[in-house]
């Protein structure tokens, strides 16, 4: 079976909405649904969600439980999908399990058992499933009695006793039962994010209403990059739940280690997005009359869950260290992944070794020539300039591929974010003066945004250009210029009507020559190794022709050159995936140095796993947003570079941690970890924060998107 399409999905949530408003209307009903329980288990058989397994529609099932999750209702929908599974050698008693007349809880245990704790719905359910991973064996037993239990769980948790006879004993194939327990994480983690974003729209909403100091409280940063991160958190959950779902309806034999690395990431963040969204409520959120402690006990519920449903091939780090799998690819559609394997036969002469400090390494003229010549650097472009109008998904493939292997393409910059720029907002001469020689990759420039007082915030820019005649004389400095000492032109931004309102309204470009009176340089090295430079204009005189777009129209073609950059941007993600299959390189090859299952550093590499493939699925959902009609990734550019970058830095501090100093040293040493990829890294990975604009400005865009106030 296929994936269902988001259309239908949606018209299948909004149905279990309409039962739920029902039957179960919001989270408060927790506090005294116990007996609802049942009325609402009836209602799921009529609608036909406890018969999903048989069609296997594991992503309609994730869909209802986080429906569930937002009313804060534990019905055990992914335990009946479960049993399904489970009892599928015996179709009369899946009949009664669809029917209702089997209502079942699962659970796993190392032996058969005549009684549980911790029991989830045991008012209304009639039957426990047991399953015994070590020998395929599933068990299933009338309940019998029923002892509520108080504590977090609304509804509580149950202690039961079980029928002495069970109502069947037999052995699964192998592997039914690891899938199984698999489903079982997934549908926890799919209901407590479910309740972490119901949480965080009441916080949104509450942001947006309560005033202090005379402003709404979601115009205070604190207030609104805590919203943003909840956010990140959401929908970078959501994804990997969603590949998760396309991994097991595919069949894919790595299903269960996307399932694992979704679990690891959104069981984490769900708690983090209910704890900052009741940060933000404080005590309006903190009453039983309001719906936030019900949804904070649902969240941290669900989580806690978990541990009594241990993974059947180990926690992330084992499978990644004992075996030679991979964190599961995550495709780019059909045609773009046929492009790959063209462009991995083009970066195959060139991918020998290349230095660790590729990005500050010397060109390789031979490989920007024969960029050029295969329409790389110009694939972007449309036909009628010369490019081949990729698609963004062909882009991004370059991309990864690029970046994997840590070979640079200087003169695909240039082409990417300026002459895209030129091609939709250049005259007629521009491009035919400067689109040639960016098509050849003989195009050396450096961005001529950031300045001192105001960094990267470029509405606010001092650098002025004044009109004289057919010229423009430009005053000012511009910082952070990297390779500015080997560049020939410069992308730059200036003010030309200093009273503008809104400011970014003053703002014009030009790209021109530096070879001109009134330039100085100075140079400075940086923590990475890159040279980066001040800039200096003095009186220095541009022509009128060498301005991009319109006077004063600056901020459109900075928009349109920086929607080309934060893709780019994105490919954090990418680098740290080398890294860490570098590092698994050197674990494999004696697993006991990071310790056995269970360990702190196992335990810590599952983590940042789990947090690169949440990475890895925002950037590919941005790529799918800004590929959608309408065209734009207005969240999850800016969501992916926060999650990658932030994840660079530590990522890279773990892997010292992990492989002590040894790893501190540089390439060419002995015996270094990575040969020095980790410490450059570290150094390095400062830049994926603050270039490009910096995370904080990044938050700021997220949280305009997600209609929080200035």
Known sequence: MTSLSADELAGFADSVDGTLARVWPDARKAGSGADAMAELWGSAAAQGWTELQRSNAVDAALVACARLGRVACPLPLMDIFSTCLLLSSSPSMVDEVVAGSIRPVVVSSPRDISSARYIEAALAATHLVIMVPSSN?????????????????????????????????????????????????????????????????????????????????????????????????????????????????????????????????????????????QHTLAATGYFEEHEMPWLFRRVNADVVQLRSLAPADGEIADVLIETVARLPHLELGEEAESFREEVRQFFEPFDDDPPIEYLSAEPNLELVRAAAEGGYLTMAWPRSAGGAEASVERQMVFGEEQSYRRITVPGKVAADMLGTAIVRLGTPEQRERILPLMANGDFRFYLGYSEPETGSDLANMKTS???????????????????????????????????????????????????????????????????????????????????????????????????????????????????????????????????????????????????????????????????????????EAPMAKIISSLLYEDFCEAALEIFGPAAALGDGERDVPGRGAFEYGLRYSIMGVVGGGTIDIQKNLVARALGLPR
């Open 465 to 635: 250009a004044v009109r004289d005649g057919d010229e423009w004389i430009v005053n000012g400095r511009k910082m952070w210029g990297t390779r500015a000492q080997l560049a020939d032109w410069v992308w730059l931004a200036t003010k030309t009507d200093p009273d503008a309102s809104p400011p970014h309204a003053g703002i014009t470009m030009f790209l021109t020559k530096v070879d001109k009176p009134g330039f100085e340089i100075h140079q400075h090295r940086a923590l990475s190794g890159e040279i980066s430079c001040t800039t200096f204009f003095d009186d220095f005189r541009v022509s009128d022709a060498d301005r991009i777009g319109d006077v004063n129209g600056g901020w459109k073609v900075i928009t349109e050159a920086l929607a080309q950059e934060r893709v780019r941007m994105a490919m954090v993600a990418t680098t740290v995936l080398r890294l860490l299959d570098d590092m698994l390189v050197e674990i494999r090859k004696d697993p006991t140095s990071v310790g056995t299952r269970g360990s702190a550093q196992r335990r810590r590499i599952s983590e940042l796993a789990g947090r690169l493939q949440a990475a890895r699925g925002l950037v590919n959902a941005s790529i799918r947003a800004t590929s959608s009609v309408g065209g734009g990734a207005r969240l």
């Open 137 to 277: 064996r599933v068990v299933v037993r009338a309940i019998t009695d029923v002892v509520r239990t108080t504590g977090l769980a609304k509804p509580d948790w149950s202690d039961v006793r079980l029928a002495e006879l069970p109502i069947a004993d037999f052995v699964v194939v192998p592997g039914v039962v690891a899938d199984a327990t698999a489903l079982l994480r997934l549908g926890l983690v799919a209901r407590s994010v479910g309740a972490a974003e119901r949480s965080l729209t009441f916080s949104i909403e509450y942001a947006n209403e309560r005033t202090a100091f005379g402003k709404p409280i979601g115009s205070f940063q604190a207030v609104s990059h805590r919203a943003v991160d909840g956010a990140v958190d959401v929908a970078a959950s959501k994804n990997l739940i969603k590949d998760a779902a396309a991994a097991y309806i595919a069949g894919r034999d790595n299903w269960r280690l996307s399932s694992e690395l979704a679990v690891e990431y959104a069981s984490a963040a769900s708690v983090r997005t209910q704890f900052g969204a």
